[in-house]
């Protein structure tokens, strides 16, 4: 199998890379008792200690809490169209040997034994490197064998 295919990182792209990535994430949900501990130490600090600063600015760290998982994706998105890879076309390269990436002559190169996992998505596949990295690949720009393959040869090693 030697497979060869781009795509570009548009915002398209990174929207479709953060749905398909949240479920697989530590971040899928709000962090309920974190931000119960930041109140409780609030009003403590405010009622107990007398300690108005402090209570305020434990409330306004929960709030940020709250805040920073509500606005997660825009936020995500945004980060990602700011990088120097934002708008530019990725080479994708799958063989024997593994899977290669190139955008703006920085290449990556994976072989078979450094990704540990497979998953799959709705709309494509995550694979996980030994080293716990990430990378989403879009089905549009695989087809149903070079999945097959991917899965065949992570199942071999």
Avoid: C
């Avoid at 825009?74 to 990436?101: C, F, H, K």
């Avoid at 034994?113 to 799959?120: D, T, Y």
């Avoid at 080293?131 to 991917?150: C, D, S």
Wanted: glycine letters at 4%.
């Amino acid at each position: 199998m030697n497979y060869h295919t781009s795509y570009i990182l548009d915002k398209d792209y990174y929207h479709e890379s953060f749905e398909q990535s949240l479920p697989f994430s530590h971040r899928r949900q709000l962090k309920y008792p974190l931000v119960l501990l930041l109140v409780g130490l609030a009003l403590f600090s405010m009622f107990k200690l007398q300690n108005n600063y402090l209570g305020y600015f434990l409330f306004a760290l929960a709030i940020l809490e709250v805040v920073a998982y509500k606005y997660q994706q825009p936020w995500w998105v945004a980060r990602q169209r700011l990088t120097r890879a934002a708008g530019n076309e990725v080479t994708l390269r799958i063989d024997e040997q593994g899977i290669s990436t190139e955008i703006n002559a920085h290449k990556k190169q994976y072989s078979w034994p450094q990704i540990k996992e497979v998953l799959s998505t709705q709309k494509g596949i995550i694979i996980v490197t030994d080293k716990g990295a990430r990378h989403y690949f879009p089905a549009r720009v695989l087809n149903e064998e070079v999945i097959a393959f991917i899965f065949d040869k992570n199942k071999a090693t």
